[in-house]
């Protein structure tokens, strides 16, 4: 393939297209931060408060939900792909390019309980074949399928500031290699993290050295048979817990279906409901529940102890809730509210006896991260990235592959619509 000159003359092309797409995703996500910034922080506090108010969600999410709900029912694409699907790699049109930018700086900022990587996934795809649209390239379906994927990679690598992790992802969602892609990679990625977990445990037993590329960064405590057992525990949990959110997420997507503006507006004033009861519950600002959770989870991992039980516990019910509600019906991504409650349930957690903050994080995101995206070895890579250790990489995949095969054998609930499938128009009376 390598040989073939229209091949090296797409390599070329992708990587041009990178440019102007990465430059893009940044001022998106710059966008993104700033608005949220000012709606959430700079204007509760112009207006005399300490922080935004219990009631503060519902008017913001009430217009997020209306806005999207024109996108989804008016926009070419529907604003992009419904969450409670998973991510998606193709599908996304440069004509669909405005529908997902205004249901996504219109959308995440007011609230929703999403992240950005759905949108930029399908920006950078409907951007690379614009692009290529402009340059007159021939686009067969093997070069749409190509730039559409090195598009979205360049842009989700925007996000997560590693590229290693655009790939990975890019891989898993494009569906390369089908079901024997998983069929071989589970069991390696298995083999793998026990085969981690013993040696590492042999290096601790005899403090013998082979050699590691371990270049001198603090390290947690080291592994013992506890942290294991818990694993074995709490993996299969949580990976029940995030699937039926995202049962009930497919539940809300069929109920949007049907009155597209009228419903999808509901669903955002009950996501606004559960922001409320735990601003109500806790005293504690409402955009802890809201949002995609990034921020959040970066304040909850530096100072856990901020956090008293109860409000973790709110957190986990009510901002689980809120996530379902806008799975089904509003637009952004599902990776990072679902990391946010695999870490603030790890810090629940951690004072089990034998377990621990590190461990009870890297578990915890590990299994909800998987559980949502059904993507076991990219939530492997994007959690140990997070965490900047390799001392719990064997718990990150044992806790990725058991939730992976949990959620796998669970019941998936309701079908979703078919991608840019319009909703059945209802009989007229």
Request: glycine share 12%; net charge neutral; hydrophobic share 55%.
């Amino acid at each position: 393939m390598l040989g073939r000159p229209e091949y090296r003359k797409a390599l070329v092309f992708c990587g041009l297209i990178g440019v102007p797409v990465a430059l893009i995703a940044f001022w998106f996500l710059v966008a993104l931060r700033q608005l949220e910034e000012l709606l959430w922080t700079t204007w509760p506090k112009d207006l005399g408060w300490k922080q935004a108010p219990w009631w503060w969600a519902l008017p913001l999410l009430t217009v997020a939900g209306l806005v999207v709900g024109l996108v989804v029912a008016r926009f070419p694409g529907r604003g992009g792909h419904l969450p409670a699907g998973g991510l998606h790699a193709g599908g996304v049109s440069s004509k669909a390019l405005p529908g997902v930018l205004i249901a996504a700086l219109v959308g995440l900022p007011l609230g929703v309980v999403l992240g950005p990587e759905a949108p930029l996934i399908a920006m950078g795809g409907g951007l690379a074949l614009l692009f290529a649209g402009l340059v007159r390239a021939p686009q067969t379906q093997a070069s749409t399928a190509l730039l559409g994927a090195a598009g979205a990679a360049a842009a989700i690598s925007a996000l997560f500031g590693n590229p290693i992790v655009g790939a990975v992802l890019l891989m898993e969602v494009a569906g390369v290699g089908g079901p024997q892609l998983f069929a071989v990679m589970l069991p390696a990625l298995l083999a793998s993290g026990v085969g981690d977990l013993i040696f590492t445990g042999f290096v601790h037993w005899t403090g013998l050295q082979t050699g590691s590329l371990n270049i001198g960064l603090p390290k947690p405590p080291p592994l013992d048979w506890g942290d294991v057992l818990w694993v074995l525990v709490l993996a299969p949990a949580l990976a029940f817990l995030i699937h039926w959110i995202f049962v009930g997420g497919r539940f809300a997507a069929r109920f949007v279906a049907t009155r597209t503006v009228r419903n999808t507006t509901l669903c955002a004033l009950g996501a606004a409901v559960c922001i409320t009861l735990y601003a109500l519950a806790t005293g504690r600002s409402p955009a802890e529940a809201a949002l995609s959770g990034e921020d959040t989870l970066a304040r909850l991992a530096q100072d856990p102890h901020a956090w008293p039980v109860g409000a973790l516990i709110a957190v986990l019910a009510f901002k689980g809730l809120a996530y379902a509600l806008c799975l089904g019906s509003l637009r952004g991504g599902p990776v990072f509210p679902a990391l946010f409650l695999g870490g603030a349930a790890g810090v629940l957690l951690a004072p089990l006896p034998g377990l621990g903050l590190v461990p009870a994080m890297a578990v915890g995101m590990a299994a909800t991260v998987t559980a949502a995206l059904r993507l076991p070895v990219s939530g492997v890579v994007l959690v140990v990235l997070l965490l900047g250790n390799v001392e719990t990489v064997a718990l990150v995949v044992l806790a990725a592959v058991v939730s992976f095969v949990v959620v796998q054998m669970l019941p998936q609930g309701p079908s979703l619509p078919a991608v840019g499938e319009q909703p059945a128009e209802q009989p007229a009376h």
